[in-house]
T-cell receptor, first 114, second 112 residues
Framework: DAGVTQSPTHLIKTRGQQVTLRCSPK?????VSWYQQALGQGPQFIFQ???????QRGNFPDRFSGHQFPNYSSELNVNALLLGDSALYLC?????????????FGPGTRLTVT | GNSVTQMEGPVTLSEEAFLTINCTYT??????LFWYVQYPGEGLQLLLK?????DKGSNKGFEATYRKETTSFHLEKGSVQVSDSAVYFC???????????FGAGTILRVKS
């Protein structure tokens, strides 16, 4: 049973560029959440997708956008990259119909903006 | 708003020592509480959880009890191993399916 997978593992971009990160949820999961983890900090919630719609959003600018596909996989897009966007981006999946409250995390994508 | 405060690290212990990592929270209602662990270069793994007051979560020798009266969820382990060296995050979730709110994390280093 494959867990949550993310690609790419590492990415280096230049200020002003755009980036797309990808996430495949754990088998049977239908909800994807994205988090940003700056170095030495706890993860911060970016947004959550369910049924191909953004359901919740954290305190992040519109430069951060996402998408969920019919197979439940998801993309995170960041436009006009800033140096401060350098972080580990974590995807977490869950199943809305489950009694458990658990979110399962992927290994993350390390984004470096130079 | 909702927030989680953890004790600052790093916490450095010798193998077989007793571990406590303090966590307190601020939230309205009755949040669920979690401890996640992050090993070097990896994502987050759920360590244990508690969904209501007085619940005790436990896993791999780690325990934490949901104390509503003190708004706390302290992580404990009776005898740590070198392999427990990692960053530990306390987190809360207000309602099912909602976002997780994390503390800043506590680095644990265990020496042999």
């Amino acid at each position: 049973d494959a867990g949550v997978t993310q690609s790419p593992t590492h990415l280096i971009k230049t200020r002003g560029q755009q980036v797309t990160l990808r996430c495949s949820p754990k088998s049977g999961h239908d909800t994807v959440s994205w988090y940003q983890q700056a170095l030495g900090q706890g993860p911060q919630f970016i947004f959550q997708y369910y049924e191909e719609e953004e359901r919740q959003r954290g305190n992040f600018p519109d430069r951060f956008s996402g998408h969920q596909f019919p197979n439940y996989s998801s993309e995170l897009n960041v436009n006009a990259l800033l140096l401060g966007d350098s972080a580990l981006y974590l995807c977490a999946s869950s199943f809305r119909g489950a009694v458990s409250y658990e979110q399962y995390f992927g290994p993350g994508t390390r984004l470096t903006v130079t | 708003g909702n927030s989680v405060t953890q004790m600052e690290g790093p916490v450095t212990l010798s193998e077989e020592a007793f571990l406590t990592i303090n966590c307190t929270y601020t939230a309205t209602g009755y949040p669920s509480l979690f401890w996640y662990v992050q090993y070097p270069g990896e994502g987050l793994q759920l360590l244990l959880k508690a969904t209501k007051a007085d619940d005790k979560g436990s896993n791999k020798g780690f325990e934490a009890t949901y104390r509503k009266e003190t708004t706390s969820f302290h992580l404990e382990k009776g005898s740590v191993q070198v392999s427990d060296s990692a960053v530990y995050f306390c987190a809360l979730m207000r309602e099912y399916g909602n976002k997780l709110v994390f503390g800043a994390g506590t680095i644990l280093r265990v020496k042999s």
